[in-house]
């Protein structure tokens, strides 16, 4: 049994679906992602149910995938519709396909037993807002997703971790506030509700209000229980002619790409069991939002 919880996980931007098949591998189960003839996105399983091949090493021919071992057709649905040693379909046959949505330029996958809406408010605002114009980064981190939610949860490693980045000028918050709800957590870091504001969306979202014309959406994907794929959204509403935001773009991703450094060592030496399993751990006053994250986290398991 793994660690992760039942819900819509954010896997992968569509943008990154370049070619007819995708390989990839999520929540520990190893992916193919591709477009049938109507360009609807289909989730399914890397694994002929015959005798356990890989369907990416086979083909495509009049949507469907064919298994290169025995040439079993499988069709959008995830059906067997064609066994040439029989000459005809074989019902029983049938390929893992998960319910998939395409929402705010991510693809969506819902894991788990009874599927249920998928809640991504806060994440659409921001989308529509900012008319989808973003620049993004992504990067690998050998850590459990818990773990790296829990970095973006954390303001108070940002002196030491961050001495000479993002952590330079902060002051440590006197009166933060933590909300928790059904779908996430918002936390404030100022009286009043002031200023910068970070919000968890259940379960691998993560929003960082810089301003009203600035904002980061983090999408954690868990690969597996050991490896969790950030990719780093930035949104903003200046600097955006043509040749102004490429070289803006270029400057923001480099800098995402070394405060990224600076946490990776870190949290990568914490281990890589799930944090919420961590009873060892005593958190302190500023740990309000992790110690809500691991209530969250436990409840929806």
């Given at each position: 049994?793994?660690?992760f919880?039942?819900?819509w996980?954010?896997?992968?931007?569509?943008?990154?679906?370049?070619?007819?098949?995708?390989?990839?591998?999520?929540?520990?189960?190893?992916?193919?992602?591709?477009?049938?003839?109507?360009?609807?996105?289909?989730?399914?399983?890397?694994?002929?149910p015959?005798?356990?091949?890989?369907?990416?090493?086979?083909?495509?021919?009049?949507?469907?995938?064919?298994?290169?071992?025995?040439?079993?057709?499988y069709?959008a649905?995830?059906q067997?519709?064609?066994?040439?040693?029989?000459?005809?379909?074989?019902?029983?046959?049938?390929?893992?396909?998960?319910?998939?949505?395409?929402?705010?330029?991510?693809?969506?996958?819902?894991?788990?037993?009874?599927?249920?809406?998928?809640a991504?408010?806060?994440?659409?605002?921001?989308?529509?807002?900012f008319?989808?114009?973003?620049?993004?980064?992504?990067?690998?981190?050998k850590?459990?997703?818990?773990?790296?939610?829990?970095?973006?949860?954390?303001?108070?490693?940002?002196?030491?971790?961050?001495?000479?980045t993002?952590?330079?000028k902060?002051?440590?918050?006197?009166?933060?506030?933590?909300?928790k709800?059904?779908?996430?957590?918002?936390s404030?870091?100022?009286d009043?509700?002031?200023?910068?504001s970070?919000?968890?969306?259940?379960?691998?979202?993560?929003?960082?209000?810089?301003?009203?014309?600035?904002?980061?959406?983090?999408?954690?994907?868990?690969?597996?229980?050991v490896?969790?794929?950030?990719?780093?959204?930035?949104?903003?509403?200046?600097?955006n002619?043509?040749?102004?935001?490429?070289?803006?773009?270029?400057?923001?991703?480099i800098?995402?790409?070394?405060?990224?450094?600076?946490?990776?060592?870190v949290?990568?030496?914490?281990?890589?069991?799930?944090?919420?399993l961590?009873?060892?751990?005593?958190?302190?006053?500023?740990?309000?939002?992790i110690?809500?994250?691991?209530?969250?986290?436990?409840?929806?398991?």
């Amino acid at each position: 049994m793994n660690s992760f919880p039942q819900g819509w996980y954010a896997i992968l931007p569509l943008k990154e679906i370049r070619s007819r098949l995708v390989v990839i591998k999520r929540l520990g189960i190893d992916l193919i992602v591709w477009r049938d003839n109507k360009n609807q996105i289909i989730v399914m399983e890397d694994l002929c149910p015959h005798r356990s091949a890989k369907l990416s090493v086979g083909t495509f021919k009049d949507n469907k995938i064919i298994c290169k071992f025995h040439a079993f057709e499988y069709d959008a649905s995830g059906q067997c519709v064609h066994a040439p040693e029989f000459n005809k379909p074989i019902p029983k046959l049938c390929v893992k396909k998960f319910a998939t949505k395409v929402e705010i330029g991510m693809v969506w996958m819902f894991y788990g037993l009874i599927e249920n809406d998928l809640a991504i408010e806060p994440l659409q605002q921001i989308y529509d807002t900012f008319a989808g114009t973003y620049c993004y980064i992504s990067k690998i981190w050998k850590s459990h997703i818990t773990r790296c939610i829990e970095n973006q949860l954390d303001y108070t490693h940002l002196p030491s971790v961050h001495h000479n980045t993002i952590g330079k000028k902060f002051t440590m918050p006197q009166n933060a506030k933590f909300i928790k709800s059904f779908d996430g957590i918002k936390s404030f870091h100022r009286d009043n509700n002031d200023g910068p504001s970070t919000e968890y969306v259940f379960p691998n979202s993560w929003i960082l209000n810089i301003s009203a014309n600035f904002k980061m959406i983090v999408f954690f994907v868990p690969i597996s229980e050991v490896e969790t794929k950030f990719y780093i959204f930035n949104f903003r509403q200046f600097l955006n002619n043509f040749m102004t935001k490429k070289i803006f773009d270029f400057i923001l991703n480099i800098t995402n790409k070394i405060i990224l450094r600076q946490d990776q060592m870190v949290v990568e030496s914490q281990g890589l069991t799930p944090s919420n399993l961590s009873n060892n751990e005593l958190l302190m006053k500023h740990d309000g939002a992790i110690k809500l994250f691991r209530e969250l986290w436990n409840e929806r398991m």
